[in-house]
């Protein structure tokens, strides 16, 4: 099939530019000094190309990643890079007594210990605060909670930080706030005992020197607003969509609201005019001189954030050279 005979809205993988980004993160990331992230493509079909590339442990943000990466196959070693409590941290537990995969649980209070420990988590890594106002503990308690984790039975792997405060910072910045946050986070470990520091994203894939795994997942497919960021990785995901009413200044294309993750902005629309506004179920486009398009024309619609867009849709088509050459369901949505 034809990318243009898809129902649209459809989203669409480039899959030269989805291959290109793998081999050029692989290249400095070989084998499991990378552990991608599934929160940016919720989809077990894509965490098995990455696999086959020889990442085998990966990063999760929900329980049901977990769960559906370890009922996938994939379950070599899972990371859980979150905090979960009461019945998620319960469902992590069933999953790790399962045995159907490893599974490690970011801990950063005396409560997320607890409740790793009372639902059968017997992995953890401490998860450190290295700069970005989210989870993690303050430095100064990784070994306190480390040694609350040992005395409940777990063991500690090491820590994690992630400098996501850092992704989109001018390079000589980044340089100097990620090494300031690795200082952090490698006197954590050595309070913590383990041999794993992991943290790291796409905008910080070659500035990281301390990492012993980097938590990179947005690359694979990425966006226009992280592009600029880490323009290394070809933005491989897009929007395939129709334009259903033209009228001479404006156009209608059927993507809205509910298949773009708007947070980081305005879709970037290609060939037909500029993005004037997005709506549940339409883009609005003002034509500029001689890009006026018919109703029934296809337009390619760059979204501004991979991770939210993607959880809208159901599945993604791979093209290759305009042909569709396989399907990605997207089967790590829910919670
Ligand atoms: C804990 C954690 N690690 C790593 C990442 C890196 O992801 P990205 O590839 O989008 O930079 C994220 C992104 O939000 C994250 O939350």
């Known amino acids: 099939m034809n990318v243009d005979d898809l129902p649209t809205p459809a989203l669409v993988v480039d899959l030269d530019a989805f291959d290109a980004n793998v081999a050029t993160m692989a290249a400095r990331w070989p084998a499991t000094t990378l552990r991608p992230h599934v929160k940016a493509f919720k989809s077990t079909a894509l965490a098995g190309r990455l696999a086959a590339a020889g990442h085998v442990a990966f990063c999760c943000a929900t329980v049901r990643e977990m769960e559906?990466?370890?009922?996938?196959?994939?379950?070599?070693?899972?990371?859980?890079?979150?905090?979960?409590?009461?019945?998620?941290?319960?469902?992590?537990?069933?999953?790790?007594?399962?045995?159907?995969?490893?599974?490690?649980?970011?801990?950063?209070?005396?409560?997320?210990?607890?409740?790793?420990?009372?639902?059968?988590?017997?992995?953890?890594?401490?998860?450190?605060?290295?700069?970005?106002?989210?989870?993690?503990?303050?430095?100064?308690?990784?070994?306190?909670?480390?040694?609350?984790?040992?005395?409940?039975?777990?063991?500690?792997?090491?820590?994690?930080?992630?400098?996501?405060?850092?992704?989109?910072?001018?390079?000589?910045?980044?340089?100097?706030?990620?090494?300031?946050?690795?200082?952090?986070?490698?006197?954590?470990?050595?309070?913590?005992?383990?041999?794993?520091?992991?943290?790291?994203?796409?905008?910080?894939?070659?500035?990281?020197?301390?990492?012993?795994?980097?938590?990179?997942?947005?690359?694979?497919?990425?966006?226009?607003?992280?592009?600029?960021?880490?323009?290394?990785?070809?933005?491989?995901?897009?929007?395939?969509?129709?334009?259903?009413?033209?009228?001479?200044?404006?156009?209608?294309?059927?993507?809205?609201?509910?298949?773009?993750?708007?947070?980081?902005?305005n879709p970037t629309v290609l060939g037909a005019g500029e993005c004037l506004f997005v709506s549940d179920e339409h883009i609005t486009v003002g034509w500029r001189h001689g890009d006026w398009l018919e109703p029934g024309s296809r337009v390619r619609v760059l979204p501004a954030h991979v991770d939210p867009t993607v959880a809208y849709h159901d599945r993604m088509h791979v093209v290759h050279d305009g042909e569709v050459v396989d399907e990605w369901p997207v089967d790590l949505r829910g919670w």
């Open 68 to 265: 559906g990466m370890a009922a996938a196959g994939l379950g070599h070693d899972l990371l859980l890079a979150n905090e979960v409590l009461g019945p998620a941290a319960e469902r992590l537990g069933a999953l790790a007594r399962s045995g159907e995969a490893r599974v490690t649980a970011a801990v950063d209070s005396d409560a997320t210990v607890d409740a790793a420990a009372d639902a059968g988590v017997t992995e953890v890594l401490v998860d450190v605060n290295i700069g970005l106002p989210r989870c993690g503990c303050h430095p100064a308690d990784a070994g306190r909670l480390a040694d609350r984790c040992r005395s409940r039975g777990m063991t500690v792997r090491g820590v994690m930080g992630y400098e996501g405060h850092l992704m989109r910072e001018p390079a000589a910045a980044k340089a100097t706030g990620v090494k300031q946050a690795g200082e952090l986070l490698l006197t954590a470990l050595e309070a913590t005992g383990g041999d794993v520091a992991s943290g790291g994203g796409t905008g910080t894939w070659s500035t990281n020197e301390w990492a012993t795994e980097l938590q990179a997942g947005s690359y694979c497919l990425m966006d226009t607003e992280y592009v600029a960021h880490a323009p290394e990785f070809a933005i491989a995901l897009s929007l395939s969509t129709t334009v259903i009413s033209s009228s001479p200044a404006w156009g209608v294309l059927d993507g809205g609201l509910k298949c773009l993750g708007m947070d980081h902005g």
